[in-house]
């Protein structure tokens, strides 16, 4: 190892992994997916931050928008503007939850419950059929273990 003209320690030689550029590989595949609309046949087009949002939410009573903020990571700010969006096309609706309370919950609307299952239908079910295919049971063990880790690094 030595230092650059910065005093940066740097190594020569190649350090990459297989296992580093499968890695990596893996993070600009799924940027550039985040980047791209998804159609759900008849039910539409949608971005990727509306398929988050939806599936967050999910089909029950709903979410304060705070939390569903949270659950996505992403500011209070953002969150009303992404919801606003999505309400103008009809996929959520936002009420009150009491007289006089700011908190807000979030629900879907119809149309964004024929999102939720348009994209059980075309993303997540053959994804997990695909999976169950390719990988004896043990295999698929062992993969969900190995997302999970991948995620616990991922958070720190």
């Not at 993303?123 to 993969?143: A, G, T």
């Not at 273990?145 to 991948?150: F, R, W």
């Amino acid at each position: 190892m030595s230092t650059n003209s910065e005093g940066l320690l740097v190594e020569k030689g190649p350090t990459w992994t297989k296992t580093s550029m499968l890695f990596t590989h893996l993070v600009h595949q799924i940027r550039r997916q985040e980047r791209q609309p998804r159609s759900l046949g008849k039910v539409g087009s949608f971005t990727p931050s509306e398929i988050h949002t939806i599936r967050t939410i999910g089909t029950g009573d709903g979410i304060i928008m705070g939390q569903l903020a949270d659950r996505l990571g992403v500011t209070n700010g953002a969150i009303t503007q992404l919801v606003e969006r999505m309400e103008n096309k009809g996929l959520v609706k936002r009420a009150q939850l009491m007289r006089g309370s700011r908190k807000v919950n979030v629900t879907l609307t119809d149309k964004g419950q024929s999102a939720y299952y348009a994209y059980e239908q075309f993303y997540v079910k053959p994804f997990e059929e695909w999976i169950r295919d390719e990988l004896s049971e043990k295999e698929f063990r062992s993969f969900e273990k190995g997302l999970n880790k991948l995620i616990e690094f991922l958070s720190v």
